[in-house]
């Protein structure tokens, strides 16, 4: 089974440019999180969605970030336009919606983005 | 609201001498606690997890960690380090479910030969 794959694994951008990152969980995980980590500080969670529908967005830091998920299948983060603070790993996690006392959250390796 | 403290940035030890790495937590709600290692270049791979059920918990790669309500703690250990354990280690607490993970700020593991 593959596991959460990310792309790309980086990206260097300037200062009010566009970037997208992706995440393609693992198949049938209906649960899709967004964290990310700015350098020297702790990893940090953006949203969650369920299948398609976004169950929680309140890391989300400001309306530059937009994340989809078309179909409940692959999400997109785009950061709109991009700044120096937006630095960091992103990282996307998977896991089943069961209901249970937890499901585990498998991770990506991350997108590593650099705003010049 | 929840959050996750680990004390000391970076741990270093010798090759065969024990691992402890610290993390006190603090939760409104029964927490459920992770560890969670990365190796360079890799995601966060799950270590072991406490979910309410025995408070000493097993992990792979011969970790461990206990769940001390008491003290608000789920430190890490493992008797022997080995060079393949140097790695990045994070704390983690959720309210379970599908809820999301609130992470400490990692440690950084060094094994010196």
């Known amino acids: 089974e593959a596991g959460v794959t990310q792309f790309p694994s980086h990206s260097v951008i300037e200062k009010g440019q566009t970037v997208t990152l992706r995440c393609d969980p693992i198949s049938g995980h209906d649960n899709l999180y967004w964290y990310r980590r700015v350098m020297g500080k702790e990893i940090k969670f953006l949203l969650h969605f369920v299948k398609e529908s976004k169950q929680d967005e309140s890391g989300m830091p400001n309306n530059r970030f937009l994340a989809e998920r078309t179909g409940g299948t692959y999400s997109t983060l785009k950061v709109q336009p991009a700044e120096l603070e937006d630095s960091g790993v992103y990282f996307c996690?998977?896991?089943?919606?069961?209901?249970?006392?937890?499901?585990?959250?498998?991770f990506g390796p991350g997108t590593r983005l650099t705003v010049l | 609201a929840q959050s996750v403290t680990q004390l000391g940035s970076h741990v270093s030890v010798s090759e065969g001498a024990l691992v402890l790495l610290r993390c006190n937590y603090s939760?409104?709600?029964?927490?459920?606690l992770f560890w969670y290692v990365q190796y360079p270049n890799q995601g966060l791979q799950l270590l072991l997890k406490?979910?309410?059920?025995?408070?000493l918990v097993k992990g792979i790669n011969g970790f461990e960690a206990e769940f001390k309500k008491s003290e608000t703690s789920f430190h890490l250990t493992k008797p022997s380090a080995h060079m393949s354990d140097a790695a990045e280690y994070f704390c983690a607490v959720s309210r379970g479910g599908s809820e999301k993970l609130v992470f400490g700020k990692g440690t950084k593991l060094t094994v010196n030969p």
């Open positions: 996690a998977s896991s089943h919606w069961t209901g249970g006392l937890h499901n585990e959250q498998f």
């Open positions: 406490y979910t309410s059920a025995a408070t």
């Open positions: 939760s409104s709600v029964p927490p459920y």
